[in-house]
């Protein structure tokens, strides 16, 4: 059987899709050091819960598996506007169906704009396995109590990562709507031969992260997977109580820069293209014909 062809990216890289790779190799070095950075906050995520946060711009976000594998599915906003939100499929198409460090995480039209920078990937190296899988995943989304409806028969359970993301933002306000496509963080996944999305065993290991810098300030939400490692999973009947016994808590740290001021030398908080049209329509304008 030939090669199959590989096909040029749509969306050639370059510059404007990836910023300076100088700055944030820079700040990637930083982001995997013990020194450099102060420590703002701290805390675990339980199983199969939910929690918002805030990170500022110019700070850093460890995302962490500290008691070893387990699948965590992140939303992003922007604090100052949470109509503005991560952008899972353009993101796709700029970078990869799977992200690692030196990837940003773009947001909605009309915004447009990176709202983070990925810079410390523990598994950039995993690559593709025997299955064509890859981890850190853009392909799917959060699973969701409507499907599992659909799916299960009947069977009711409120802890999916549409659920648990939907009680951690309301103490700021937001509601179901506002939550979004995820980047699902640590899974991995992956088209099969018949181009159907399948999920893999999470191959995180105690200790290993996915970090984050916040091109502005940023409100995250993120899940622990009821799914847990997804070693196992299952619709309906016991598959929820199968897959209790490999769900485990998810590590967040936020961090700020020490010599921030030099570490950001050149650096300024992300802006949207600058588009100016009308989408072709012409505003009316009393007492002039059109």
């Known amino acids: 059987m030939a090669e199959l062809r590989n096909p040029s990216p749509a969306y050639p890289p370059n510059a404007k899709i ?5 700055l944030y190799s820079r700040i ?12 703002v906050e701290k805390f675990e995520v339980p ?4 929690k918002a946060w805030i990170v500022k711009k110019g700070q850093l976000c460890t995302l962490s598996t500290p008691h070893g594998p387990q699948v965590g599915d992140l939303n992003i906003w922007s604090l100052s506007n949470p109509r503005e939100h991560f952008w899972a499929s353009r993101t796709k198409q700029l970078h990869a169906s799977h992200v690692s460090t030196g990837d940003r995480l773009w947001s909605n039209l009309p915004y447009m704009r990176p709202l983070a920078t990925i810079v410390g990937d523990s598994l950039a190296n995993y690559g593709v396995d025997s299955v064509g899988g890859r981890v ?5 989304t959060r699973c969701d109590p409507y499907v599992n409806t659909l799916l299960s028969g009947g069977d009711e359970f409120d802890f999916h990562c549409h659920s648990n993301l939907v009680r951690a933002v309301m103490p700021f306000g937001l509601q179901e709507s506002d939550v979004h496509d995820v980047i ?6 992956g088209l099969n031969k018949d181009g159907k999305y399948f999920m893999e065993a999470c191959p995180a290991k105690p200790g290993d992260y996915f970090t984050i810098f916040a091109e502005t300030d940023l409100l995250l939400g993120l899940s622990t997977c009821p799914g847990g490692d997804l070693s196992v ?8 109580q ?3 016994d490999t769900c485990r808590p998810l590590g967040v740290e936020v961090y700020e820069l020490s010599n921030k001021d030099k570490v950001l030398a050149g650096w300024k908080e992300s802006e949207t293209p600058g588009y100016k049209g009308m989408h072709g329509l ?3 304008v009393f007492g002039q014909k059109s």
């Open 18 to 22: 990836y910023g300076d790779k100088e």
């Open 233 to 240: 999973y299952g619709w309906g009947g016991d598959s929820a």
């Open 282 to 284: 012409v505003t009316p």
């Open 136 to 140: 850190h995943d853009l392909l799917g």
């Open 28 to 39: 990637g070095k930083i982001a995997s050091s013990e020194g450099g950075k102060e420590l």
């Open 242 to 244: 199968r897959m209790l």
């Open 47 to 50: 199983i199969r819960s939910g």
């Open 184 to 189: 699902n963080v640590f899974q991995v996944t």
